[in-house]
Every structure is written in C-alpha cells, then in structure tokens.
Nanobody, 117 residues
Framework: QVQFVESGGGLVQPGGSLRLSCAAS????????MSWVRQAPGKGPEWVSG????????TYADSVKGRFTISRDNAKNTLYLQMNNLKPEDTALYLC??????????WGQGTQVTVSS
C-alpha cells in the first residue's frame, strides 16, 4: 500500500531553517509528480510546492517562493523540502503528496513545523 513517512519538523525561531524529508513506498516514486502541502490549525490544506518526475521542473506557492526549495532523490524514493527564512505564518502540519497542485493526495501523518520566538 502507498505510504509516506514525513520527518524533519520541529520548533524554530523566525528566520530559521528546517529540512523536511518524505520517504515514500508502495508505488513507483520516480513515475509520479510529487508535492508538499500544509495545513495550519483551523484552516484547510494549502498546496506549497511541486516537482516533476525527474526533478527538473519545480513550482511554488507565492507565499513560499524564494524561501523554500523542493527536491527529490528517486534512487532513495525520498522527497525533500528545504525551508529557509521561516515565518510564523509557516506554522503548519506539512505533508507530502502524490500529484500536482490541483489533484494531489496524501497518505502520511505529516510533520509539524512551528515557527515561534
């Protein structure tokens, strides 16, 4: 079955950095467009970033553009999200997802990111 295991979240001060990882299994990772999505308390899910199957094309939500970098290692079936210059409004549960911005699905538990001084 499809499984995602996200890790790397934590508590960080504004301006800090974190690197999230998502280990995927149960499907052919290299054949799928992958995304990161997040859900803040009391809000609906928000698509954050996506990456093409080969990793050459990336897209970002305007809210994170220039601060976040998505990448993937198809040999390790792993998706990454490097987050720099974090802001309090980035506080959310981050999940990896299979599919693009308008058609994604997530199977993981997510990793919590809290940005606070």
């Amino acid at each position: 079955q499809v499984q995602f295991v996200e890790s790397g979240g934590g508590l960080v001060q504004p301006g800090g950095s974190l690197r999230l990882s998502c280990a995927a299994s149960g499907f052919t990772f290299s054949n799928n467009y992958m995304s990161w999505v997040r859900q803040a308390p009391g809000k609906g899910p928000e698509w954050v970033s996506g990456i093409s199957r080969g990793g050459t094309l990336t897209t970002y939500a305007d809210s994170v553009k220039g601060r976040f970098t998505i990448s993937r290692d198809n040999a390790k079936n792993t998706l990454y999200l490097q987050m720099n210059n974090l802001k309090p409004e980035d506080t959310a549960l981050y999940l990896c997802a299979r599919g693009p911005r308008n058609d994604w699905r997530s199977w993981g538990q997510g990793t919590q990111v809290t940005v606070s001084s």
